[in-house]
């Protein structure tokens, strides 16, 4: 039975994560700031007050994980905010920085003493933070700090490459969700479950590589 940790577990793509992981016989460690009806359900082990923005969480959480093996670490957890050029709100924008770039870099240098050989790391990102893809402008707080997150993945692909720990950037689509207004053309069930063929796709000769949920190689 293989260990998958989810942060951002309580809601959207992080809870159907649980679901489909549960679903195929795997024991999931959900990761959030504080659980929901929907996630409790699920029967799964939880860890509530992990803030992945927060240094202190960090300590909460290796107390909580303890020596436990994590096969798939899933960075899922992100926040989005909408920018107005003239109008920019900079404390948004640092704190889309905080929870979407530095947040997974701090969870998983926090859980690396708990990867093994053969380990996954998984970066939940977005096409928005690709630059040859905008076309539009906008979101400047969350395309920078998705921006800024790939090319961190890129840096730590290498690094955990020689531990044999292989790491993948992926794209869940345009994801009917609470971030995204319910709008969009996938459900989470159908996004995720692409999301996890990627992943157990995934190996050190893969690593690094920027995924759509269908498999598209995305542009940087």
Request: charge should be neutral; proline fraction near 2%; hydrophobic fraction near 35%.
């Amino acid at each position: 039975m293989r260990n998958i940790v989810i942060t951002g577990a309580n809601r959207g793509i992080g809870l159907e994560y649980c679901k489909q992981f549960k679903q195929k016989g795997d024991h999931v460690i959900a990761l959030c700031r504080q659980s929901s009806p929907e996630l409790r359900s699920l029967s799964v082990e939880v860890i509530e007050n992990v803030n992945v923005a927060e240094d202190g969480s960090m300590n909460h959480l290796k107390k909580e994980i303890k020596d436990k093996n994590i096969d798939v670490l899933i960075n899922n957890a992100g926040i989005l905010r909408k920018e107005e050029f003239g109008k920019l709100n900079f404390e948004t924008i640092k704190k889309q920085f905080d929870v979407n770039t530095l947040g997974p870099l701090k969870i998983t240098q926090a859980l690396l003493p708990n990867l093994k050989n053969n380990s996954k790391v998984v970066m939940m990102t977005s096409r928005m933070g690709s630059i040859t893809d905008n076309t539009s402008g906008g979101y400047y707080g969350y395309r920078m700090s998705k921006a800024a997150l790939n090319i961190a993945s890129v840096c730590l692909s290498h690094e955990l490459k020689e531990k044999e720990i292989s790491l993948i950037i992926l794209h869940p689509g345009f994801v009917k969700t609470e971030m995204t207004n319910h709008q969009g053309n996938l459900s989470t069930s159908e996004s995720v479950e692409g999301l996890i063929k990627r992943i157990e796709e995934s190996s050190l000769q893969n690593t690094g590589h920027f995924l759509h949920t269908n498999g598209e190689e995305l542009s940087w």
